[in-house]
């Protein structure tokens, strides 16, 4: 049953005047006897409708019940409705209420929620035309034709044109002024209809809440208006983000007892340039106050439309579509997660990517965030000192990985079994506020993106979840740390030069060191704003081009000692020589945890770049010290033995003389005839080279056949300040053997992520990076029960109904229509027979799986690995499908998904 049917029976039953009363199980009307109607008794849901409008115009609107009509019908050629049934050629209007001299002064069409979008055709033919009718047959003047129905979100609240029929006498011309028409309210006792004006009180009662239902109707409206009229994807959306930002911030900033910026107020429709300044001032505001713009940001951003494309009616349709609701209300009292939902839905279907944005799906980032295990992070930083774990995201982009993040530890926490005490538990309340458990993210999460729209897409998507309002900046996530100081307050504004084992002779590296967790997506290959002279300033590979290369620099700068990072990067920076530098740069700087290769599919269509999951944790300084002592001391035996080598070619393969001026050594070994000492230099210098064949080499069969070989390792890196000049690779194999960086490094291939997608849309596949729990932990298991209870005592009383009404026929005269009338009866019952038996053999069915899965509520734990498949076809297309889980399982013990394996297998310090 509507949640909104219900809302209207408990508010007709406590209004001070019974005028209207209504029956939900039975479906029946009762109005007040001195209103004049026909025998009105179905209760549809057009009726219950009418009747909460009933009751409003006598109870709160000052009506006399004497002065309303209802059901009045006309004899018509053709207008509005399809024929009624029980009237020839003729037609009706819902409510009529009647002035001191019997003049219509509020015709009105009632329609149920559902039907208001779509049965605004009828306004033409019911009110209209029909209202035209009622003037010529009964010599009267209509003053207000209303269309009325009421918003379906948590409160009822009115949803009508109220249009006066001197001002708009033809429908063509209504059609051309009609907003101006909507968002009137109901004049009291024949007064003078004004819009409503929204004002901010404590509780925000002039707004609405935002339900499921409402959410879906608005977005299909948005699609409708914003979509529909040839505006380029991106332009709509960037405009649609744009109002949201000023509709969140006129919530959040309006103080009470003032009215709403982001409403239409009386005459606006008159004074457009009015309207645009009001609304334009607000979002100029909302940059400044939610993004930290500053004037100049302002001056080169533009105003809210910018483009001819988008015109001035579209602000006007936004403002009128959303003036009644509150986010933040929303926000508060929603269980579902419907705002954060209706964003990412609109993000993902209509922001179209351009270079280097390849926005990542959820179950990649799900992935990601939970083989980084940051829900074990914060809970242990949680149970150390009431903290968690500072969370960044340099390039964010649509800010897909901030929330998930965001979401995870939420509901991580929420199934935690934490041992409370009084100050823990004061502690919990504090960050996860039950009608607002994303609250925390306001202070933990952090976003940068160098993307005007895509910072301002993340804000309020990361607002539309609840996080309060998060720390996402419009800013480039390469650009020098020091120019982040300007972010006071904030753990961005932290900057220190000198950096004991990151730095160089030229520039000003500095580093921020104030983050427990890096997840991002780095654009690939994009072009960097400062020249490469400046770059080189504060990065080691400042002048490389690569811009994934500078973000793995990027993130060891703002990670702190033990920081974990988990970012998709291109194949090429694991396995081209262009790349590697930053090899070796991420091996000196971190400690390498995983590798997981990801399929060619993964951001198709909008790239085919083969990717994979890097996992690192930043090192200690005194572990990169101790690299740097190791790094040098191979450093020079390297340069030791490229001296000889260079030696050996020149007098064994050039036939060049022995020159006294070569080291000492060399001039022995060749005097003295010492090959033993000379093939050990080789052997030493071509290390993994050599075969086991190549020891019974003499030295000019060697050094001929590892020429090239030799050549190539005699070269020294270009990056000579950061690894010396000496041969980079040469020196790294000794340095990983001595300090044991042969250690296992997890490596995976997903051949399927879950899903595929084209341009069409996304098409769902196998899953190999983790399962779904299928089963949920906690099942209210007697709720299931009682719900096959409530459905059967229905349908049982649907058929006592049924058997009543049959043996009430039974009892009159036997014609062809009472025959009938049983007849039709008799079907009813006997198909409510059926029902009734197929849901209580479903009833015994769910009660015997319950009993074996379920204990108190709670799955059974030799269930938990979630690998008994028929408990898994229960809840996936079986009996218990509507009560599915789709959250990521986190198995403890087995291994099936390469999720299982890296959460068992990677240890995290």
Request: glycine fraction near 4%; hydrophobic fraction near 30%; charge should be neutral.
């Amino acid at each position: 049953m509507s949640d909104w049917k219900i809302l209207t029976k408990e508010k007709l039953a406590k209004s001070k005047n019974k005028v209207a009363k209504i029956d939900l199980e039975k479906e029946k009307v009762e109005y007040s006897k001195d209103i004049t109607k026909p025998k009105i008794e179905k209760l549809g849901p057009e009726e219950v409708v009418r009747a909460f409008l009933v009751d409003k115009l006598v109870n709160e609107l000052g009506y006399s019940e004497k002065n309303i009509e209802l059901e009045k019908y006309y004899v018509r050629d053709s207008i509005g409705r399809e024929k009624q049934k029980n009237k020839d050629d003729s037609a009706r209007i819902d409510v009529i209420v009647k002035d001191k001299l019997g003049n219509p002064f509020l015709y009105i069409e009632a329609k149920a929620p559902d039907k208001f979008e779509d049965g605004q055709k009828d306004i033409k033919g019911q009110l209209f035309e029909l209202s035209d009718l009622e003037e010529k047959q009964n010599k009267t003047k209509v003053k207000y034709l209303v269309y009325y129905s009421f918003d379906t979100s948590e409160e009822l609240a009115d949803r009508m044109y109220l249009i006066e029929k001197d001002e708009y006498k033809e429908y063509d011309d209504w059609l051309e002024g009609k907003d101006k028409t909507f968002g009137l309210e109901i004049p009291y006792n024949y007064g003078k209809p004004k819009l409503k004006e929204r004002v901010k009180d404590e509780d925000d009662s002039d707004l609405l809440s935002i339900s499921e239902f409402k959410m879906s109707e608005i977005r299909r409206n948005i699609h409708n208006t914003l979509w529909s009229s040839g505006v380029e994807d991106n332009e709509a959306y960037i405009f649609l983000v744009k109002f949201l930002l000023t509709k969140i911030y006129d919530e959040d900033e309006t103080a009470e007892d003032e009215k709403y910026q982001c409403q239409i107020y009386d005459k606006d429709y008159d004074d457009e340039t009015k309207f645009f300044d009001r609304i334009n001032k607000c979002y100029k505001d909302a940059l400044q106050n939610k993004l930290n713009y500053t004037e100049e940001d302002l001056k080169n951003v533009g105003n809210i439309l910018t483009t001819e494309k988008i015109s001035i009616q579209s602000l006007y349709f936004l403002v009128k579509e959303l003036q009644n609701y509150s986010f933040s209300k929303s926000i508060r009292t929603q269980k579902k997660d419907i705002l954060g939902h209706f964003f990412e839905e609109t993000n993902r279907e209509k922001f179209k990517q351009s270079k280097g944005q390849f926005f990542t799906t959820t179950n990649v980032v799900d992935f990601l965030v939970y083989a980084m295990k940051v829900d074990e992070l914060a809970i242990k930083c949680f149970e150390k000192d009431y903290s968690l774990p500072y969370i960044i995201d340099p390039s964010a982009g649509s800010g897909t990985f901030l929330i998930e993040a965001m979401k995870i530890i939420t509901k991580e926490f929420s199934k935690h079994d934490f041992k409370l005490t009084n100050t823990k538990k004061s502690k919990l309340k504090k960050l996860f506020p039950e009608e607002k458990p994303n609250d925390w993210a306001e202070q933990y999460i952090y976003g940068i993106d160098n993307s005007y729209s895509l910072t301002v897409s993340t804000k309020v998507n990361m607002i539309l979840h609840g996080d309060g309002s998060s720390n996402t900046f419009k800013d480039d996530g390469l650009k020098s740390l020091q120019t982040f100081s300007k972010y006071t307050n904030t753990k961005l504004a932290t900057y220190e030069t000198g950096h004991k084992v990151y730095n160089k002779t030229k520039g000003n590296i500095g580093v921020n060191e104030q983050f427990d967790v890096i997840i991002s997506n780095p654009p690939f290959s994009v072009n960097i704003n400062d020249s490469k002279e400046e770059v080189d300033k504060y990065y080691l590979f400042g002048k490389k081009k690569n811009s994934e290369n500078l973000f793995l620099e990027r993130y060891y700068q703002l990670l702190k000692e033990g920081g974990r990072l988990g970012v998709v990067l291109p194949e090429s920076v694991f396995d081209t020589t262009e790349n590697k530098y930053i090899r070796l740069f991420l091996f000196k700087y971190f400690k390498i945890k995983a590798v997981v290769s990801l399929p060619q599919i993964t951001f198709e269509p909008f790239t085919s770049t083969k990717t994979s999951i890097l996992f690192a944790q930043k090192k200690k300084v005194a572990e990169i010290e101790k690299w740097n002592i190791k790094w040098d001391k191979f450093g020079k035996e390297w340069s030791l033995l490229k001296t000889r080598m260079s030696s050996y070619v020149q007098f064994f393969t050039e036939d060049k003389k022995l020159n006294k001026k070569w080291a000492k050594d060399v001039v022995s070994d060749i005097e003295k005839n010492n090959t033993k000492n000379i093939l050990k230099n080789i052997h030493r210098f071509l290390k993994d080279y050599l075969t086991k064949e190549d020891k019974v080499l003499k030295i000019k069969e060697l050094l001929t056949k590892y020429s090239s070989e030799i050549t190539d390792l005699s070269k020294y890196e270009k990056e000579t300040e950061v690894f010396g000049f000496y041969n980079a690779w040469w020196v790294f194999g000794e340095v990983a053997k001595e300090m044991d960086i042969d250690y296992d490094i997890f490596m995976a291939e997903a051949e399927n992520v879950g899903y595929k997608r084209t341009k069409r849309g996304e098409n769902p596949r196998p899953n190999d990076l983790f399962d779904i729990e299928y089963a949920p932990k906690k099942l209210e298991c007697s709720a299931i029960i009682d719900n096959y209870d409530n459905k059967i005592k229905t349908y049982e009383d649907d058929q006592l109904e049924a058997k009543t009404k049959k043996t009430a026929i039974e009892a009159k005269k036997k014609t062809a229509k009472t025959k009938k009338s049983i007849k039709k009866f008799e079907t009813e019952i006997e198909e409510l027979k059926t029902k009734i038996e197929e849901l209580k053999a479903e009833k015994e069915t769910v009660i015997e799986i319950l009993a074996i899965y379920y204990e108190n509520d709670i799955l059974k734990a030799e269930y938990d690995e979630r690998t008994d498949i028929d408990l898994i076809n229960h809840f996936d297309k079986g009996l218990l499908e509507k009560h599915r889980c789709n959250d990521v399982l986190l198995r403890k013990k087995e291994t099936h998904k390469i999720l299982d394996s890296i959460r068992k297998e990677v240890i995290w310090e």
